[in-house]
């Protein structure tokens, strides 16, 4: 009985001991009791209104950012349809255009400015 008593009490020690090694990321978190549902102050018709307006301005947000394109990628129009997935599209490709133009302009004064050095020796 007391080798099992001592037995218990080394498991016991070599329990506290291999925690001590855990790293915090590893510890066990308390588990947090769910909050009870929350009592709003406003009516469900104003809640309803409220969520309605919300969804009103992200749409005119997101509107006004399509206009934005249109004004400034060349191949869109306000008179054609204006898909998401057109606007996407040649958007998509002016920003390729935009990318190759830039390169090709850097190539070129590249060459302007070893030009000039060659010709200013």
């Known amino acids: 009985m007391t080798n099992g008593g001592n037995h218990n009490e080394m ?33 469900e018709s104003q809640i309803k ?4 307006l919300s969804e009103k301005k992200r749409r005119e947000l997101v509107r006004s950012i399509y206009d934005d394109l249109v004004d400034v990628v060349p191949d869109l129009t306000e008179k054609e349809s204006r898909s998401e997935m057109i606007i996407y599209l040649k958007t998509i490709n002016y920003l390729k255009w935009l990318y190759k133009r830039n390169a090709y302009l850097r190539s070129e004064l590249i060459k302007n400015i070893k030009i000039r050095k060659m010709a200013s020796k």
């Open 11 to 43: 498991n016991v020690h070599s329990l506290e001991s291999s925690n001590d090694n855990v790293p915090d990321s590893l510890d066990i978190k308390k588990v947090r009791k769910p909050r009870g549902k929350r009592m709003s102050k406003l009516s």
């Open 49 to 52: 209104i409220n969520h309605v």
